[in-house]
């Protein structure tokens, strides 16, 4: 198994660019997340899902849209691109069923993204 | 809104010694799970241990054991034995019950390994 991959590793944008950050997994895990990593802080939640067709906002959701069309992917967009928006972006995934270890998250390697 | 608290910004240890790193949370659930991850320079996040609440007994991994204090809200972090391996930033991190909700994490401490 890949586990939880991101593509690019590395990006830079200019100021009101639009990209994509993409993130798979093929654990088949219901709930997928997206987070930020700003220096000095710990991950922040942007926007999450508990399966396909269904998602929400997390804590600094501002600027960025997601969808979830399929349970192994799980897209974020930005549409018009800021400095503020200058970050480690981090995709997450985990089962929904109690079990063992059924609430750890596992995370994709990020995607460090620069904002000129 | 459950907020997570790690008062060391940076902590040191002697190779072969042992450190403990703090975390406290505050939450109103009764059901909710307690994680440490680390984080090396490779920025890859990895699972240390893992703590359910409904648990009394504290969790074990190897040289990585916790202590969990829920009636103050505690979690912190004791590694035995510290490796150079073991250098990297550390987040204590809170996620509730019912697996909807995602992680909420501390800012983290920089754990550094003196040889």
């Known amino acids: 198994n890949a586990g939880v991959t991101q593509t690019p590793k590395f990006q830079v944008l200019k100021t009101g660019q639009s990209m994509t950050l993409q993130c798979a997994q093929d654990?088949?895990?219901?709930?997928m997340s997206w987070y930020r990593q700003d220096p000095g802080m710990g991950l922040r939640l942007i926007h999450y899902?508990?399966?396909?067709?269904?998602?929400d906002q997390g804590e600094v959701p501002n600027g960025y849209n997601v969808s979830r069309s399929t349970t192994e992917d799980f897209p974020l967009r930005l549409l018009s691109a800021a400095p503020s928006q200058t970050s480690v972006y981090f995709c997450?995934?985990?089962?929904?069923?109690?079990?063992?270890?059924?609430?750890?998250?596992?995370f994709g390697p990020g995607t460090r993204l620069t904002v000129t | 809104a459950q907020t997570v608290t790690q008062s060391q910004p940076e902590m040191s240890v002697q190779e072969a010694e042992t450190v403990t790193l703090s975390c406290t949370y505050d939450?109103?659930?009764?059901?909710?799970?307690l994680f440490w991850y680390k984080q090396p320079p490779s920025r890859q996040m990895i699972l240390v241990i893992r703590?359910?609440?409904?648990?009394?007994q504290n969790a074990t991994e190897n040289r990585f054991s916790v202590n969990f204090q829920k009636a103050a809200k505690s979690f912190s972090l004791k590694i035995s034995d510290s490796q150079l391996g073991d250098a990297a930033m550390y987040f204590c991190?809170?996620?509730?019950?019912?697996?909807?909700?995602?992680?909420?994490f501390g800012k983290g401490t920089h754990l550094i390994i003196q040889p």
């Open positions: 997450a995934s985990s089962p929904l069923l109690r079990g063992l270890g059924s609430y750890e998250q596992y």
């Open positions: 654990m088949n895990h219901e709930y």
């Open positions: 899902s508990v399966g396909a067709g269904i998602t």
């Open positions: 939450t109103s659930e009764s059901d909710y799970y």
């Open positions: 703590q359910e609440a409904y648990k009394q």
């Open positions: 991190a809170y996620r509730a019950g019912g697996g909807a909700d995602g992680l909420t």
